[in-house]
């Protein structure tokens, strides 16, 4: 069975770090961009970071650009978005996404997880 399985969220202050993590199983994930999205309630979602297949390439929206980090360790199939610095408006499911296509496009991005919940409250 294909599946993205993310864990990491949770609550946290105000100026502090979490670690996501999105697990790919029954496919590699060497041959997939991924994309990490996320959508807070009431609000549509929003494209958080992507890193190429080849690992050469990462985007990050203006958002969190400079706060987060997007790593990928094809050996474990796994992807993570560092955050750091982490803001109360950052609060939001967040999914990660996988796709045999481009960053570019990660708007098109389709296969995707159910999503942790990063909350960022004092």
């Known amino acids: 069975q294909l599946q993205l399985v993310e864990s990491g969220g949770g609550l946290v202050h105000p100026g502090g770090s979490l670690r996501l993590s999105c697990v790919a199983s029954?496919?590699?994930?060497?041959?997939?961009?991924v994309a990490w999205f996320r959508q807070a309630p009431g609000q549509g979602r929003e494209g958080v970071s992507c890193?190429?297949?080849?690992?050469?390439?990462?985007y990050y929206s203006d958002s969190v650009k400079g706060r987060f980090t997007i790593s990928r360790d094809n050996a474990k199939n796994t992807a993570y978005l560092q955050m750091n610095s982490l803001k109360p408006e950052d609060t939001a499911l967040y999914y990660c996404?996988?796709?045999?296509?481009?960053?570019?496009?990660?708007?098109?991005?389709?296969?995707r997880g159910q999503g942790t919940q990063v909350t960022v409250a004092s």
């Open positions: 996404t996988a796709d045999s296509g481009i960053c570019e496009s990660w708007y098109s991005f389709g296969f």
């Open positions: 890193i190429s297949k080849t690992n050469d390439s990462t």
């Open positions: 029954g496919f590699k994930l060497d041959y997939y961009a």
